[in-house]
């Protein structure tokens, strides 16, 4: 099976109550306990690549890894950028291989905005590829994305209708309180279903998209913790409440900060349990055991999308 696009999946997706997971991928351990997890538990996955993960391993190393996860799956896997902030990104991506782009031009006003997403569109449709924008602004801080708490701004419910009839996207990420990063809040946990459930009023079976929904598991901000990394007051998002919105609108969950926390933790424990070693496979094993457990749990209790490929 080829590489796909997300069309298929969200629409099996939102008929069935369930979100697919779209995991941000910088390796080649991390990729193979994604879909080894993803194998296991036959489930549909979206491997997304951001700006960051592109200058630190090439697309070129990262497109054939992704690849190579296909071809020994044989599961429907999406490669999709995260988080593209120009036109000419996306048609890089779009050339070569990527069947699914993110224009994020929520920094813009609203008409720019649109004007930005229409060209990637355009472009992309021409090739058989899919687009995924964003409006609203999410906070936080995750590779080049920086929005500031006081610059974050929810997405308005009666925008949404004029902005994908006029662009032509295919699934739209909405800002409804989470944010990117492993401090997500400050205090109680809250996300707007409101603003969910209104802009799933005006565009029926549409997908919706969540970014900054990593739950920043506590086991593992302890585990770093306990062996020598700091992360005081790391906060994600309740996993009840991204099963909720996995059940309604939201087709799309993007998880990264939980993969990086696993990979870290599994790596600390490592080395403050086994000084001795220096050789790369030995504690990378266990960063790639703990990515697979990590992704196992998401897709079964938190996604819903286990049993779904």
Not at 79 to 105: P, Q, R, W
């Amino acid at each position: 099976m080829p590489l796909v696009t997300s069309t298929e999946m969200f629409k099996k997706a939102y008929d069935g109550g369930y979100a697919i997971g779209a995991f941000n991928v910088n390796n080649m351990e991390t990729i193979q306990g994604i879909v080894s997890a993803a194998k296991e538990e036959n489930a549909p996955l979206i491997l997304q690549v951001s700006s960051g993960a592109r200058k630190y391993a090439n697309p070129i190393y990262l497109r054939h890894l992704i690849e190579a996860a296909v071809e020994d799956t044989g599961l429907p896997i999406v490669m999709h950028l995260d988080h593209g902030d120009t036109f000419e990104l996306c048609k890089d991506c779009i050339e070569n291989g990527f069947t699914s782009v993110m224009i994020d031009a929520s920094s813009h006003p609203f008409e720019e905005n649109i004007k930005i997403t229409k060209k990637v569109v355009e472009y992309a449709h021409d090739h058989g590829v899919v687009v995924e924008a964003e409006l609203g602004k999410l906070a936080g801080i995750e590779d080049d994305v920086k929005v500031k708490d006081a610059d974050a701004a929810y997405t308005d419910p009666d925008q949404v209708e004029e902005f994908v009839g006029r662009t032509g996207v295919d699934s739209l990420a909405i800002a409804i309180g989470t944010s990117h990063g492993a401090y997500k809040f400050k205090g109680e946990p809250k996300l707007r279903f409101d603003i969910l459930e209104k802009v799933a009023q005006k565009l029926p079976g549409f997908p919706i998209v969540l970014h900054g929904a990593s739950s920043v598991i506590p086991e593992y901000a302890k585990t770093i913790e306990q062996y020598g990394g700091s992360m005081p007051g790391a906060k994600g998002v309740p996993e009840d409440l991204l099963r909720k919105a996995a059940s309604m609108a939201v087709c799309k969950i993007n998880i990264d900060s939980d993969l990086r926390m696993a990979f870290t933790a599994a790596v600390r424990k490592h080395f403050a349990e086994n000084p001795t070693h220096f050789d790369p496979r030995q504690y990378l094993t266990d960063a790639r055991a703990l990515i697979k457990e990590c992704v196992k749990h998401k897709l079964v209790n938190v996604l819903g999308c286990n049993g779904k490929a």
